[in-house]
């Protein structure tokens, strides 16, 4: 849920909400009028409270984005739009979740769909690519993904230079097909390959990181990253 504060809201924004509030003067009302009476509507609902500006203010976004039910009225706030479910171009997007993952997600075309779907079986490819910083490929695999599928997480087995996943097609006769290619993103470097002594002598920090090597499928999987912190470990005689 994204917070908003009274305050950061334009007068046509303030007027919106006021006018669902029950303020027919709203329209003649500045925007410094708007953010007054819209305080004292949530500091009247709020009842006393110590904390005063704070609670008018959580009662505000409360309201904002709860009090209406499905939220459908908060499209009709000048300015915002409803999301579609998906999009008509072919896309594909990757981002950095941490040293050991990337979160990527994508949009289908219907046309292609329909382009390669007239040429018989097909299926839908993730192929992830990792440079280092001076642009050698040091890895690449493919990973099989379902036609309904929009976003996946992908592990990876470096902590430096870049990854670029590219969305692709395989038909029938095994060719293969490029959809859409990300940008390339920097990879993390992993904090804890420089100080395994902390991770050592915290037992829930450890138990967290492992947490990030399980699938979806709750087993473990292989993580050069972990391998060469345990190494570390085993080399400074902790492990």
Same mark, same amino acid.
């Given at each position: 849920?994204v917070?908003?504060?009274?305050?950061s809201?334009?007068?046509?924004?303030?007027?919106?909400?006021?006018?669902?509030?029950?303020?027919?003067?709203?329209p003649?009302m500045?925007? *410094?009028e708007?953010?007054?009476? =819209?305080?004292?509507?949530?500091?009247?609902?709020? $009842?006393? !409270?110590?904390?005063?500006?704070? +609670?008018i203010?959580?009662?505000?976004?409360?309201?904002?984005t709860?009090y209406?039910?499905?939220?459908?009225?908060l499209t009709?706030?000048?300015?915002?739009e409803e999301l579609?479910?998906?999009y008509?171009?072919?896309?594909?997007?990757?981002?950095?979740k941490?040293p050991?993952w990337?979160y990527?997600?994508?949009?289908?075309?219907?046309?292609?769909?329909?382009?390669f779907?007239?040429e018989?079986?097909w299926?839908?490819?993730l192929?992830?690519?990792?440079? *280092?910083?001076?642009?050698?490929? =040091?890895d690449?695999?493919d990973?099989?993904v379902d $036609?309904? !599928?929009?976003?996946?997480?992908? +592990?990876?087995?470096?902590?430096?230079?870049?990854?670029?996943?590219s969305?692709?097609?395989?038909?029938?006769d095994?060719?293969?097909?490029?959809?859409?290619?990300s940008?390339?993103?920097?990879?993390?470097?992993c904090?804890?390959?420089?100080?395994?002594?902390e991770?050592?002598?915290?037992?829930?920090?450890?138990?967290?990181?492992?947490g990030l090597?399980t699938?979806?499928?709750?087993?473990?999987?292989?993580?050069e990253?972990?391998?060469?912190i345990?190494?570390?470990?085993?080399?400074?005689?902790?492990?």
């Amino acid at each position: 849920m994204v917070l908003i504060k009274i305050e950061s809201l334009s007068r046509k924004e303030l007027e919106h909400i006021a006018l669902q509030e029950g303020v027919a003067q709203a329209p003649e009302m500045s925007r *410094d009028e708007l953010i007054d009476v =819209l305080k004292d509507i949530y500091d009247d609902e709020s $009842g006393d !409270d110590e904390q005063g500006e704070a +609670n008018i203010q959580r009662r505000f976004v409360t309201w904002l984005t709860d009090y209406r039910g499905d939220g459908s009225e908060l499209t009709s706030l000048p300015g915002v739009e409803e999301l579609p479910e998906s999009y008509n171009g072919t896309s594909i997007h990757v981002m950095m979740k941490n040293p050991t993952w990337l979160y990527c997600y994508w949009s289908l075309s219907p046309l292609d769909v329909e382009h390669f779907s007239g040429e018989g079986s097909w299926r839908l490819l993730l192929h992830v690519t990792l440079n *280092d910083t001076d642009g050698s490929l =040091l890895d690449s695999y493919d990973i099989a993904v379902d $036609g309904g !599928d929009s976003e996946w997480n992908i +592990n990876i087995s470096a902590n430096h230079g870049t990854a670029m996943v590219s969305l692709e097609v395989e038909l029938a006769d095994k060719s293969r097909r490029t959809l859409a290619r990300s940008v390339r993103v920097p990879l993390v470097s992993c904090y804890w390959l420089e100080h395994p002594d902390e991770m050592a002598q915290d037992a829930d920090l450890l138990r967290r990181q492992l947490g990030l090597l399980t699938n979806r499928e709750g087993g473990t999987i292989v993580c050069e990253t972990v391998d060469r912190i345990v190494e570390k470990l085993k080399e400074e005689g902790i492990a």
